[in-house]
C-alpha cells in the first residue's frame, strides 16, 4: 500500500530574541502543506539556549514531525549541547550522524563542514592547523556515510547545513564559495541510492544542483526561498512511500 509523503524542508531560520511570534505565520503555511518538517541548521542566531526554547515554543503549534541539523550558528555561543537537548525535548528527530525514519521515508544528517569544491577542495597537507581543519570535513562525511548506510527504507534523504555541491553556492562571492560547503559530502551521497539532499547555509545560493551521479540537491536557505518563491517560503518534496515495503 503506497502512500504519498509530503516534506517541507527549510534552513536558517536564525532565531532571535526579537523572532517571537513572527514564525508562526510560516509554520502555519508548512502544517497545511506537509506532513513532515526538515530543519537544514542555522536554527537559532546566536547559538544560545533561549533562542532554541523560543523556537520550540513556536514549532509546537504544527503538531508535525520534525527532523533537523544544527548549522554553524547553533554552535556559536557553545551551547550546542543545549540547544541539541531542547529540540529533543520538543520531539524534534535531531540528526548528527543519526538516521530515523518518518511515514516510511528515512532520513540521515549531519552538520556538514566546509573545505570547497572538486579541484580546489582543502587538502590535508601542512601545518597541523589546516589538517584538523580538513579531518573536521572528513568526519561530518563519515557521519553522514555511516547513517545512510543504516538506513533500509524505499527513499533516503540526506539532511545537511553545508552544501555538497558548488552548483547550489552559485550567486555567492566565488571567494567564499570554499566556505560554504564541501564535495567530501558529495562522496557519501554518491555512494548509496539518495532521493534527494537539503541544505541551507548559502543565502544568496542556488535553488537546486545535483551530484555527480544526479541525485538532486535543494538549498532551502529561507533568505533564498523568501526571494525566490515568497508565497511559499519552503521546498515541498512529494514522495511516494510503502511503509511495509521489504527493506
Known amino acids: 500500500m503506497h502512500h504519498m509523503v509530503r516534506i517541507a524542508a527549510v534552513g536558517d531560520l536564525h532565531y532571535s530574541k526579537s523572532s517571537q511570534g513572527t514564525w508562526l505565520p510560516l509554520f502555519s ?3 497545511q502543506a506537509a506532513d513532515v518538517l526538515v530543519l537544514c541548521g542555522d536554527l537559532t542566531d546566536y547559538g544560545l539556549a533561549e533562542e ?3 523556537l520550540v515554543r513556536e514549532l509546537a503549534s504544527i503538531k508535525l514531525p520534525v527532523v533537523a541539523v544544527l548549522g554553524n550558528h547553533d554552535y556559536e555561543g557553545g551551547h550546542e549541547a543545549e540547544i541539541r537537548d531542547a529540540l529533543i525535548q520538543a520531539h524534534v528527530h535531531v540528526l548528527d550522524g543519526e538516521t530515523c525514519e518518518v511515514h516510511g ?5 549531519a552538520k556538514g563542514f566546509a573545505g570547497g569544491f572538486g579541484r ?4 590535508a597537507w601542512g601545518e597541523s ?5 580538513v579531518q573536521e570535513a572528513l568526519n561530518e562525511a563519515l557521519k553522514l556515510e555511516a547513517a545512510l548506510a543504516r538506513l533500509r527504507t524505499e527513499h533516503r534523504i540526506a539532511v545537511l547545513h553545508y552544501s555538497p555541491v558548488s552548483a547550489t553556492v552559485e550567486g555567492e562571492p566565488r571567494e567564499i564559495f570554499p566556505y560554504l560547503g564541501t564535495s567530501r559530502l558529495e562522496e557519501p551521497v554518491d555512494r548509496y541510492p539518495v532521493t534527494a539532499v537539503f541544505h541551507g547555509h548559502a ?4 535553488l537546486v544542483g545535483e551530484t555527480r551521479t544526479h541525485v538532486p540537491v535543494y538549498n532551502v536557505a529561507l533568505p533564498l526561498l523568501r ?3 515568497p508565497e511559499q517560503p519552503f521546498k515541498v518534496l512529494t514522495l511516494s512511500s510503502s511503509p511495509d515495503a521489504p527493506r
Not at 120 to 123: A, K, V
Not at 129 to 133: G, I
Request: proline share 0%; net charge positive; charged share 5%.
Open 29 to 31: 503555511q508548512i502544517a
Open 52 to 54: 532554541a526554547h523560543g
Open 105 to 109: 521515508i528515512g532520513f540521515a544528517g
Open 120 to 123: 580546489g577542495t582543502l587538502g
Open 129 to 133: 592547523t589546516v589538517k584538523m581543519f
Open 203 to 206: 543565502h544568496n545560493g542556488s
Open 227 to 229: 526571494r525566490s518563491t
